[in-house]
Nanobody
Framework: QVQLVESGGGLVQAGGSLRLSCAAS????????MGWFRQAPGKEREFVAG????????YYTDSVKGRFTISRDNAKQTVYLQMNSLKPEDTAVYYC?????????????????WGQGTQVTVSS
């Protein structure tokens, strides 16, 4: 069973940057595609970014393209989300997850294991 722990969230002013990390244990990390999701108060969980098992392929929701970058270090069993030019609308709890289904990568149903989440708050 895979365990995921997110870190790196916090409070930042609009235009600032944060780097989220997700450390994995208990599984074969290099064999898993990974994703980042976020959930703002009163809203559905939203796909943010995803990466293939090697990191060669990455995917982003339109609202973060050009600002966020997903990457992974399989040797460290860690996936990252570099967030630049942050906006107040980026405020949410951010979760990393292990993809376990070969379905649409943006669907939460395609992911089996989830971290506890880390809060990102962007002030105006």
């Amino acid at each position: 069973q895979v365990q995921l722990v997110e870190s790196g969230g916090g409070l930042v002013q609009a235009g600032g940057s944060l780097r989220l990390s997700c450390a994995a244990s208990g599984g074969s990390f290099a064999s898993y595609a990974m994703g980042w999701f976020r959930q703002a108060p009163g809203k559905e969980r939203e796909f943010v970014a995803g990466t293939s098992r090697s990191g060669a392929n990455t995917y982003y929701t339109d609202s973060v393209k050009g600002r966020f970058t997903i990457s992974r270090d399989n040797a460290k069993q860690t996936v990252y989300l570099q967030m630049n030019s942050l906006k107040p609308e980026d405020t949410a709890v951010y979760y990393c997850a292990v993809r376990s289904r070969y379905t649409t990568y943006a669907s939460p149903a395609a992911y089996e294991y989830w971290g506890q989440g880390t809060q990102v708050t962007v002030s105006s």
